[in-house]
């Protein structure tokens, strides 16, 4: 696991080769280990360490950084990396699980290898099958390959998005880097805020690809590639899609479950492969849970488990994990959240690049941390919820289909969206009448609906945006995305289809951000065999009525995990990663808030109408209402402006 960055000119020769040492630098945290650079320059290419760097003229047009998190192959695999004739180099981030059987087929072909790592397999795959050779790859990966016989600088991120990878590109150059302060590090990038991006981000919490919060600098989408040819810059190209529209309705459901225990073995045990100690998160939930199980049972010693927990009960999970502890007695570490909530926010600030606003960053942060004091990789559950149906709002989104079935489209968007606009947000009453959210979906269409859900301000999330930015938006809605995606599923079941658009969203830009930038700020890999592409292309294939039975979400997979787990830990109350974050902004929280966003000199008043964010405020304080979740996305925005928006890049300790 490693972070990368890289500059291409156009035409001029690059500038001071001392500026991508100073562009790894700011990606210290994801490769402790080591750090190198390559150069195309005038007399040949090279690659350098960080005291020749300084030492180099500009001389070439591309020039390749890389910090090293030792994982297979600790004494070679050393990066920028190249084939036998120097022609083809690339810097990578990830982990190719199958290399092994690659380089057996790559020097059946009669490639010579010099290492025994998979990053030289992406070389020599490159050499064989051009961009076909990402179909080759299970694993997780970002990485850019610079092919000078060719004249292409070619950039690819696997097909989940699990890896991180943004690029600018203007008329001069194109820089690209694991993290967006890479990038800014490079020098003379505008910092300019994306109006539809921070509308993204007050729907959703988090900014979705392609879009960064920066105007100009891109998100690659998972599952896309694009290329610099000839000095001619492509946009992103697609290859790889999950797709729903094979579903099998001949297998029968003890069929399924050993289909499922089986491939899912079969992504945990290609997950193993490390020259480095090796563990697992553990929260007690379903898919952490499955994994340490299935995990036990291919390892010779005990799984390295790790858990974080809360003083509040309602919180606190540790008591479900220490039952996946004794039962297949793995050497468990857990502690309880002490969380300096202040201190952890500037961090998160910093590492997490762009405003991020779902909360369980804090505790995935913390058990990153205390996993890393023990091993170096560790693998997690995350994926179970998309692939098997397990969020509730997916029984909730059922729900409104079939009343939407029986209502009349015109009473729907007439009589119910009236009533709708009329309902409080009442959040002081019992949740069977909190009614706005179900009354407002019923009078949409179904991805509206389901967008309408996901959307954490609703159809006024705006609002909160000064009128400056709503002025620029000219009429945009984060729904727009959510459409695109619902045109692009291929297939007619309701529930597959949200799936999809979550898998596209929320998973990526959400999910998989949040447990990439915890863990690689403790230089920490995490591995997501639930989210094997294998594993996933089996789970779409199976019907929806299996992955809901009733209110039951993730049934299927929870059926092939009896012989496993518990019943308490299968059938339990689902519990998510959750901190007290009301509580907080009623203690730790309130004098930071009060510096940070209400002060009249906070840089956030330019980006935000202050009188909205101070109703929320004075109402949450009261108690009348439950606004926690806005109000840590005000403030966490309000923190990354101060630092990025002033251009501030240095590290916290």
Not at 76 to 100: K, M, S
Not at 109 to 137: M, P, Q, S, Y
Not at 329 to 353: C, F, I, N, P, S
């Amino acid at each position: 696991m490693c972070g990368i960055c890289g500059i291409y000119h156009f035409s001029s020769p690059l500038p001071d080769p001392a500026v991508i040492e100073k562009m790894t630098g700011t990606l210290a945290h994801r490769g402790p280990d080591g750090q190198g650079f390559f150069f195309n320059s005038q007399v040949g290419p090279f690659t350098a360490n960080a005291k020749e760097c300084s030492r180099i003229s500009g001389t070439g047009n591309v020039v390749l950084g890389h910090r090293r998190l030792s994982i297979i192959d600790l004494a070679g695999g050393h990066q920028p990396l190249c084939n036998e004739d120097a022609t083809v180099w690339v810097t990578y981030n990830g982990e190719i699980y199958n290399f092994r059987d690659l380089i057996r087929e790559l020097a059946g072909k009669g490639h010579r290898f010099k290492t025994n790592c998979d990053t030289e397999v992406i070389v020599h795959a490159w050499e064989e099958w051009g961009e076909h050779c990402l179909e080759k790859f299970r694993g997780m990966f970002a990485f850019t390959i610079w092919d000078s016989r060719n004249d292409i600088l070619f950039l690819a991120r696997d097909r989940l998005g699990i890896k991180p990878l943004y690029y600018y590109v203007d008329k001069d150059k194109l820089i690209f880097g694991s993290e967006i302060k890479a990038i800014l590090a490079a020098g003379n990038i505008p910092r300019q805020i994306d109006p539809y991006a921070l509308s993204d981000y007050f729907h959703l919490l988090y900014v979705p690809a392609p879009r960064s919060i920066f105007r100009g600098i891109c998100k690659l989408p998972a599952g896309h590639f694009c290329r610099i040819e000839n000095r001619r810059f492509s946009d992103p190209i697609r290859y790889w899609d999950l797709s729903f529209a094979k579903v099998n309705t001949v297998r029968s459901e003890s069929e399924w479950c050993e289909r499922i225990i089986e491939k899912l073995r079969e992504s945990i045990k290609i997950r193993l492969v490390s020259d480095v100690p090796l563990g697992a998160f553990l929260s007690g939930g379903v898919d952490s849970s499955a994994v340490v199980a299935l995990m036990s049972g291919l390892m010779n010693e005990p799984v390295k488990t790790s858990s974080i927990g809360f003083r509040e009960d309602v919180f606190n999970e540790l008591h479900y994990a220490e039952q996946i502890v004794k039962q297949y007695r793995t050497d468990h570490y857990q502690q309880v959240m002490e969380a300096d909530a202040v201190g952890l926010l500037e961090k998160l600030a910093w590492y997490y690049d762009e405003p991020f606003a779902d909360s369980s960053a804090i505790p995935t942060y913390l058990v990153s941390k205390i996993t890393r004091n023990r091993v170096t990789v560790a693998l997690s559950g995350d994926g179970g919820d998309e692939n098997f149906a397990g969020y509730r709002r997916y029984y909730f989104d059922y729900l409104e289909n079939r009343l939407r079935e029986k209502i009349p489209a015109t009473i729907r968007s007439t009589l119910i969206a009236s009533l709708a606009r009329l309902y409080p947000k009442a959040d002081w009453l019992p949740r069977m009448f909190r009614a706005k959210t179900l009354l407002s979906n019923l009078a949409m269409s179904p991805v509206e609906g389901y967008y309408n859900s996901m959307s954490w301000f609703g159809p006024f999330g705006d609002d909160m945006l000064s009128a400056d930015i709503r002025a620029e938006l000219s009429g945009y809605s984060p729904l727009q995305l959510f459409e695109r995606h619902d045109r692009e599923f291929a297939g007619d079941d309701a529930l597959s289809r949200i799936q999809y658009i979550d898998i596209k969203t929320y998973l990526v830009d959400d999910i998989l951000t949040k447990v990439d930038r915890a863990s690689m700020a403790n230089s920490l890999e995490v591995r997501v065999p639930l989210l094997d592409h294998e594993f996933m292309e089996l789970a779409a294939r199976i019907p929806s009525s299996l992955k809901l039975r009733g209110k039951e979400g993730k049934y299927i997979l929870k059926k092939s995990l009896e012989p496993y787990l518990s019943h308490d830990i299968l059938y339990r109350k689902k519990m998510g990663f959750s901190i007290p974050l009301a509580g907080w902004f009623r203690h730790d929280l309130k004098k930071l808030f009060a510096d940070t966003v209400l002060d009249s000199g906070a840089i956030v008043r330019q980006y935000v109408d202050i009188n909205v964010v101070s109703e929320m405020w004075r109402k949450h304080q009261a108690g009348t209402s439950d606004f926690a979740a806005e109000l840590w996305a005000v403030l966490f925005f309000a923190t990354w402006a101060e630092r990025f928006m002033a251009g501030n890049y240095s590290e916290i300790g």
